[in-house]
């Protein structure tokens, strides 16, 4: 798994937003999660604990 931080306007706002989104890929799955929330920042620490929690629900066993 590997997550990536993205800066960007709120185009609400117009303030300076940060999110985070991690993906992963394997033999049988590719997946990218967004944390993001459209009125505050999100951390890598819950972009990290959303993924993980999510990845054995839609993991495809070969």
Do not use: H
Request: net charge positive; charged share 25%; aromatic share 6%.
């Amino acid at each position: 798994m590997k997550c990536q931080a993205l800066k960007g306007q709120n185009v609400m706002t117009k303030k300076e937003q940060t999110n985070w989104f991690c993906a992963w890929a394997d033999y049988s799955t590719i997946a990218v999660v967004s944390s993001g929330d459209a009125t505050q920042d999100t951390s890598k620490d819950t972009a990290i604990d959303i993924t993980t929690k999510l990845r054995p629900e839609i993991r495809v066993k070969a």
